[in-house]
Protein backbone atom coordinates (compact mmCIF):
# COMPACT_ATOMS: atom_id res chain seq x y z
CA UNK A 1 0.00 0.00 0.00
CA UNK A 2 0.84 3.80 -0.93
CA UNK A 3 2.41 5.44 1.81
CA UNK A 4 0.37 8.60 1.17
CA UNK A 5 -2.91 5.78 1.26
CA UNK A 6 -1.82 4.91 4.74
CA UNK A 7 -1.19 8.54 6.00
CA UNK A 8 -4.53 10.00 4.56
CA UNK A 9 -6.65 6.77 6.40
CA UNK A 10 -4.62 6.85 9.59
CA UNK A 11 -3.19 3.56 9.24
CA UNK A 12 0.12 2.78 10.41
CA UNK A 13 1.39 -0.08 8.89
CA UNK A 14 -0.04 -1.86 5.79
CA UNK A 15 -2.29 -5.04 6.00
CA UNK A 16 0.22 -7.55 5.14
CA UNK A 17 2.33 -8.99 8.53
CA UNK A 18 -0.26 -7.37 10.53
CA UNK A 19 0.51 -9.85 13.68
CA UNK A 20 -1.36 -13.39 14.74
CA UNK A 21 -5.09 -13.62 14.34
CA UNK A 22 -6.22 -17.03 16.19
CA UNK A 23 -9.11 -18.69 16.19
CA UNK A 24 -10.05 -22.01 18.33
CA UNK A 25 -9.58 -24.13 15.05
CA UNK A 26 -5.71 -22.99 14.79
CA UNK A 27 -5.40 -23.75 18.33
CA UNK A 28 -6.96 -27.35 18.21
CA UNK A 29 -4.82 -27.77 14.89
CA UNK A 30 -1.32 -26.87 16.64
CA UNK A 31 -2.38 -28.96 20.02
CA UNK A 32 -2.98 -31.70 17.47
CA UNK A 33 -0.23 -32.06 15.60
CA UNK A 34 2.79 -31.35 18.44
CA UNK A 35 1.04 -34.51 20.16
CA UNK A 36 0.88 -36.17 16.91
CA UNK A 37 4.71 -35.91 15.27
CA UNK A 38 5.79 -37.48 19.25
CA UNK A 39 4.80 -40.91 18.34
CA UNK A 40 6.35 -42.13 14.98
CA UNK A 41 3.67 -41.02 12.10
CA UNK A 42 3.58 -39.49 8.90
CA UNK A 43 1.48 -36.29 9.32
CA UNK A 44 -0.48 -34.04 6.47
CA UNK A 45 -1.87 -30.18 7.13
CA UNK A 46 -3.36 -29.67 4.04
CA UNK A 47 -5.08 -26.07 3.37
CA UNK A 48 -5.92 -23.55 0.36
CA UNK A 49 -3.39 -21.21 -0.76
CA UNK A 50 -3.59 -18.04 1.34
CA UNK A 51 -5.11 -19.84 4.08
CA UNK A 52 -2.27 -19.37 6.27
CA UNK A 53 -0.54 -22.28 6.52
CA UNK A 54 3.14 -21.21 6.86
CA UNK A 55 2.17 -19.11 9.67
CA UNK A 56 0.08 -21.94 11.01
CA UNK A 57 3.59 -24.10 10.54
CA UNK A 58 5.32 -21.28 12.76
CA UNK A 59 3.03 -21.89 15.43
CA UNK A 60 3.72 -25.35 15.33
CA UNK A 61 7.56 -24.92 15.28
CA UNK A 62 7.34 -22.16 18.14
CA UNK A 63 5.84 -24.90 20.31
CA UNK A 64 7.53 -27.77 20.04
CA UNK A 65 10.73 -25.63 20.23
CA UNK A 66 8.98 -24.26 23.12
CA UNK A 67 8.06 -28.16 24.56
CA UNK A 68 10.87 -29.48 24.04
CA UNK A 69 10.01 -33.35 23.60
CA UNK A 70 10.76 -33.69 20.11
CA UNK A 71 14.07 -33.18 18.00
CA UNK A 72 12.82 -30.88 14.88
CA UNK A 73 14.59 -30.93 11.53
CA UNK A 74 13.34 -29.08 8.34
CA UNK A 75 13.85 -29.06 4.95
CA UNK A 76 14.79 -25.65 3.48
CA UNK A 77 15.01 -26.71 -0.08
CA UNK A 78 12.81 -24.36 -2.31
CA UNK A 79 12.44 -26.42 -5.34
CA UNK A 80 10.16 -29.79 -3.78
CA UNK A 81 9.81 -30.69 -7.16
CA UNK A 82 13.69 -31.22 -7.20
CA UNK A 83 13.52 -32.69 -3.79
CA UNK A 84 14.48 -35.78 -3.50
CA UNK A 85 15.15 -38.39 -0.62
CA UNK A 86 18.99 -38.01 -0.04
CA UNK A 87 18.44 -34.04 0.46
CA UNK A 88 15.67 -34.56 2.96
CA UNK A 89 17.82 -36.94 5.17
CA UNK A 90 20.76 -34.47 4.65
CA UNK A 91 18.26 -31.64 6.23
CA UNK A 92 18.30 -34.55 9.07
CA UNK A 93 21.79 -34.58 9.32
CA UNK A 94 22.44 -30.57 8.99
CA UNK A 95 19.65 -30.29 12.10
CA UNK A 96 20.58 -33.06 14.17
CA UNK A 97 24.06 -32.77 14.31
CA UNK A 98 25.63 -31.23 17.15
CA UNK A 99 28.45 -27.85 16.66
CA UNK A 100 28.67 -26.48 13.53
CA UNK A 101 26.92 -27.37 10.31
CA UNK A 102 30.03 -26.47 8.23
CA UNK A 103 31.09 -29.81 10.12
CA UNK A 104 28.88 -31.76 9.26
CA UNK A 105 30.05 -34.90 7.00
CA UNK A 106 27.41 -37.04 5.24
CA UNK A 107 28.57 -40.05 3.61
CA UNK A 108 27.81 -40.22 0.24
CA UNK A 109 27.56 -43.88 0.64
CA UNK A 110 23.76 -44.65 0.65
CA UNK A 111 23.97 -47.65 2.85
CA UNK A 112 26.44 -45.99 5.45
CA UNK A 113 24.29 -42.93 5.36
CA UNK A 114 21.14 -44.32 6.63
CA UNK A 115 23.41 -46.29 8.89
CA UNK A 116 24.87 -43.17 10.66
CA UNK A 117 21.82 -41.47 10.70
CA UNK A 118 20.44 -44.04 12.32
CA UNK A 119 23.04 -44.14 14.99
CA UNK A 120 22.75 -40.23 15.18
CA UNK A 121 19.26 -39.96 15.84
CA UNK A 122 19.55 -42.76 18.29
CA UNK A 123 22.12 -40.32 20.37
CA UNK A 124 19.42 -37.95 20.68
CA UNK A 125 17.18 -39.62 22.87
CA UNK A 126 13.85 -37.76 21.41
CA UNK A 127 11.70 -38.86 18.73
CA UNK A 128 12.51 -36.58 15.76
CA UNK A 129 10.20 -34.90 13.29
CA UNK A 130 11.15 -33.97 9.46
CA UNK A 131 9.34 -30.80 8.71
CA UNK A 132 8.42 -30.14 4.64
CA UNK A 133 6.65 -26.92 3.75
CA UNK A 134 5.32 -26.91 0.17
CA UNK A 135 4.99 -30.98 0.10
CA UNK A 136 2.18 -31.00 -2.38
CA UNK A 137 5.17 -31.10 -5.14
CA UNK A 138 7.27 -33.99 -3.55
CA UNK A 139 7.60 -36.93 -5.74
CA UNK A 140 5.50 -40.04 -4.91
CA UNK A 141 8.84 -42.29 -4.67
CA UNK A 142 10.24 -39.21 -2.19
CA UNK A 143 6.91 -39.95 -0.10
CA UNK A 144 7.59 -44.03 -0.26
CA UNK A 145 10.86 -43.38 0.36
CA UNK A 146 10.37 -41.22 3.72
CA UNK A 147 8.15 -43.79 4.60
CA UNK A 148 10.69 -46.35 4.19
CA UNK A 149 13.05 -44.24 6.24
CA UNK A 150 10.74 -44.01 8.92
CA UNK A 151 10.52 -47.57 9.22
CA UNK A 152 14.30 -48.50 8.97
CA UNK A 153 14.56 -46.08 12.23
CA UNK A 154 12.03 -47.78 13.52
CA UNK A 155 13.74 -50.86 13.71
CA UNK A 156 16.31 -49.26 15.52
CA UNK A 157 14.02 -47.45 18.77
CA UNK A 158 14.23 -44.40 16.95
CA UNK A 159 10.80 -42.64 16.46
CA UNK A 160 10.38 -40.90 13.34
CA UNK A 161 7.67 -38.49 12.41
CA UNK A 162 7.07 -36.33 9.00
CA UNK A 163 5.43 -33.10 9.12
CA UNK A 164 4.24 -32.33 5.32
CA UNK A 165 2.31 -29.14 4.68
CA UNK A 166 0.80 -28.10 1.46
CA UNK A 167 -2.31 -27.62 -1.02
CA UNK A 168 -5.59 -30.04 -0.64
CA UNK A 169 -3.85 -31.40 -4.04
CA UNK A 170 -1.66 -33.05 -1.15
CA UNK A 171 -3.86 -34.79 0.65
CA UNK A 172 -5.91 -35.81 -2.45
CA UNK A 173 -3.39 -37.10 -4.05
CA UNK A 174 -2.64 -39.46 -0.78
CA UNK A 175 -6.04 -40.73 -1.01
CA UNK A 176 -5.67 -42.29 -4.46
CA UNK A 177 -5.73 -46.13 -4.44
CA UNK A 178 -2.18 -46.33 -6.01
CA UNK A 179 -1.24 -44.08 -2.89
CA UNK A 180 -2.65 -46.23 -0.16
CA UNK A 181 0.84 -47.68 1.51
CA UNK A 182 1.36 -44.10 2.45
CA UNK A 183 -2.15 -42.79 2.39
CA UNK A 184 -3.43 -45.33 4.77
CA UNK A 185 -0.44 -44.51 7.27
CA UNK A 186 -0.71 -41.09 7.23
CA UNK A 187 -2.71 -38.74 9.86
CA UNK A 188 -4.17 -35.77 7.87
CA UNK A 189 -5.84 -32.03 9.00
CA UNK A 190 -7.49 -30.25 7.01
CA UNK A 191 -6.63 -26.72 8.02
CA UNK A 192 -9.39 -24.28 7.42
CA UNK A 193 -7.72 -20.73 8.30
CA UNK A 194 -10.05 -18.01 9.70
CA UNK A 195 -13.21 -20.20 8.57
CA UNK A 196 -16.47 -18.46 9.48
CA UNK A 197 -14.21 -15.84 11.37
CA UNK A 198 -13.92 -14.23 8.61
CA UNK A 199 -15.89 -10.90 9.01
CA UNK A 200 -14.08 -10.81 12.89
CA UNK A 201 -10.87 -10.85 10.69
CA UNK A 202 -11.28 -8.28 8.34
CA UNK A 203 -12.56 -6.26 11.73
CA UNK A 204 -9.48 -7.09 13.61
CA UNK A 205 -6.98 -6.76 10.76
CA UNK A 206 -8.37 -3.05 10.42
CA UNK A 207 -8.12 -2.31 14.35
CA UNK A 208 -4.24 -3.49 14.00
CA UNK A 209 -3.23 -1.47 11.25
CA UNK A 210 -5.18 1.53 12.35
CA UNK A 211 -3.08 4.14 13.81
CA UNK A 212 -3.81 4.95 17.49
CA UNK A 213 -7.83 6.92 18.17
CA UNK A 214 -8.78 5.66 14.55
CA UNK A 215 -11.81 3.48 15.08
CA UNK A 216 -12.46 0.71 12.55
CA UNK A 217 -15.89 2.56 11.67
CA UNK A 218 -13.86 5.74 10.23
CA UNK A 219 -12.04 3.21 7.87
CA UNK A 220 -14.48 1.02 6.17
CA UNK A 221 -18.46 1.27 6.47
CA UNK A 222 -20.13 -1.82 7.87
CA UNK A 223 -21.54 -3.30 4.59
CA UNK A 224 -18.35 -2.98 3.23
CA UNK A 225 -17.00 -5.16 5.94
CA UNK A 226 -19.60 -7.28 5.22
CA UNK A 227 -19.05 -7.40 1.51
CA UNK A 228 -15.39 -8.72 2.12
CA UNK A 229 -16.31 -11.56 4.35
CA UNK A 230 -18.61 -13.06 2.41
CA UNK A 231 -16.98 -12.70 -0.71
CA UNK A 232 -13.62 -13.74 0.22
CA UNK A 233 -12.09 -16.85 1.57
CA UNK A 234 -8.72 -16.72 2.99
CA UNK A 235 -6.30 -13.72 4.35
CA UNK A 236 -4.64 -13.60 1.18
CA UNK A 237 -7.78 -12.30 -0.38
CA UNK A 238 -8.86 -10.59 1.89
CA UNK A 239 -5.86 -8.75 2.83
CA UNK A 240 -5.17 -7.80 -1.16
CA UNK A 241 -8.91 -6.82 -1.38
CA UNK A 242 -8.57 -4.58 1.50
CA UNK A 243 -5.41 -2.61 0.27
CA UNK A 244 -7.41 -2.21 -3.72
CA UNK A 245 -10.22 -0.69 -1.67
CA UNK A 246 -8.26 1.87 0.63
CA UNK A 247 -6.22 2.86 -2.63
CA UNK A 248 -9.54 2.90 -4.87
CA UNK A 249 -11.01 5.10 -1.98
CA UNK A 250 -7.84 7.64 -2.02
CA UNK A 251 -8.58 8.17 -5.42
CA UNK A 252 -12.17 9.03 -4.95
CA UNK A 253 -11.68 10.82 -2.09
CA UNK A 254 -13.75 8.52 0.00
CA UNK A 255 -13.54 8.42 3.80
CA UNK A 256 -14.60 5.85 5.24
CA UNK A 257 -14.41 2.81 2.47
CA UNK A 258 -17.74 2.18 1.20
CA UNK A 259 -19.57 -0.88 -0.28
CA UNK A 260 -19.30 0.22 -3.86
CA UNK A 261 -15.91 0.96 -3.42
CA UNK A 262 -15.73 -2.88 -2.21
CA UNK A 263 -17.61 -3.82 -5.09
CA UNK A 264 -15.31 -1.92 -7.38
CA UNK A 265 -12.35 -3.71 -6.72
CA UNK A 266 -13.63 -7.53 -5.82
CA UNK A 267 -12.25 -10.14 -8.28
CA UNK A 268 -15.57 -10.76 -11.12
CA UNK A 269 -13.46 -13.50 -11.98
CA UNK A 270 -12.34 -15.21 -8.22
CA UNK A 271 -14.56 -18.28 -7.71
CA UNK A 272 -14.32 -18.99 -11.31
CA UNK A 273 -13.31 -22.58 -12.04
CA UNK A 274 -9.53 -21.91 -12.51
CA UNK A 275 -8.66 -19.90 -9.61
CA UNK A 276 -10.46 -22.81 -7.16
CA UNK A 277 -8.30 -25.14 -8.84
CA UNK A 278 -5.32 -23.59 -8.15
CA UNK A 279 -6.33 -22.50 -4.73
CA UNK A 280 -6.19 -25.96 -4.34
CA UNK A 281 -2.45 -26.89 -5.41
CA UNK A 282 -4.10 -28.01 -9.45
CA UNK A 283 -2.33 -26.51 -12.15
CA UNK A 284 -3.30 -27.60 -15.88
CA UNK A 285 0.04 -30.51 -15.56
CA UNK A 286 -0.90 -31.55 -12.22
CA UNK A 287 -4.87 -31.29 -13.45
CA UNK A 288 -3.76 -33.42 -16.66
CA UNK A 289 -2.34 -36.61 -14.52
CA UNK A 290 -5.11 -36.67 -11.95
CA UNK A 291 -7.72 -36.99 -14.68
CA UNK A 292 -5.38 -39.27 -16.84
CA UNK A 293 -6.28 -37.16 -19.86
CA UNK A 294 -4.67 -34.86 -22.53
CA UNK A 295 -3.26 -31.34 -21.43
CA UNK A 296 -5.34 -29.88 -24.48
CA UNK A 297 -8.68 -31.39 -22.85
CA UNK A 298 -7.54 -29.70 -19.29
CA UNK A 299 -6.95 -26.09 -21.02
CA UNK A 300 -10.47 -26.30 -22.92
CA UNK A 301 -11.81 -27.78 -19.07
CA UNK A 302 -10.71 -24.74 -18.04
CA UNK A 303 -11.13 -22.27 -20.54
CA UNK A 304 -14.93 -23.96 -20.65
CA UNK A 305 -14.81 -24.65 -24.41
CA UNK A 306 -14.24 -28.54 -23.88
CA UNK A 307 -17.72 -29.98 -24.77
CA UNK A 308 -20.42 -30.86 -22.36
CA UNK A 309 -20.44 -34.39 -22.00
CA UNK A 310 -16.71 -34.28 -21.74
CA UNK A 311 -16.77 -31.29 -19.08
CA UNK A 312 -19.26 -33.39 -17.12
CA UNK A 313 -16.74 -36.39 -16.76
CA UNK A 314 -13.80 -34.58 -15.67
CA UNK A 315 -16.09 -32.41 -13.31
CA UNK A 316 -16.89 -35.96 -11.83
CA UNK A 317 -13.59 -37.33 -11.69
CA UNK A 318 -12.19 -34.02 -9.77
CA UNK A 319 -15.21 -34.02 -7.02
CA UNK A 320 -14.78 -38.00 -6.76
CA UNK A 321 -10.91 -36.59 -5.84
CA UNK A 322 -11.80 -34.68 -3.33
CA UNK A 323 -11.69 -31.29 -5.05
CA UNK A 324 -14.83 -28.12 -4.25
CA UNK A 325 -16.03 -27.21 -7.15
Known sequence: ???????????????????????????????EVCAVVQTGRLVVVSGLVGSGKTHLLRRIEDELARAGK??????????KRRTSLPSLIEALFYDLSPGDRAQVKIPKQAERR???????????????????????????????GLKRLMEVVADAGVLLSVLLVGHPRLRNDL???????????TTTFDYEGIGAARRDYVTWLLGACATEGVKVADLMDEDAIDLLADRLRTP??????????????????????????????????????????????Y???????????????????????????????????????????
Not at 1 to 30: C, K
Not at 70 to 79: E, F, M, Q
Not at 290 to 313: I, K
Open 175 to 185: RRPQMEEIGYR
Open 236 to 281: LQIEMHLTLAFEQGFRMDARPVTVGIVEQVLSRAIDDLEPTLTRNG
Open 283 to 325: DASSLAGQLNTRPSDVRAFLAGTLDPERTQELTEQLRAAGVPL
Open 114 to 144: ERDLRDLMKKGKRPVVLVVDEAHDLHHKTLT
Open 1 to 31: MLADVQSSYGLARPFQGAGNFETEHQRTIVR
Open 70 to 79: VAVAKSLAVD
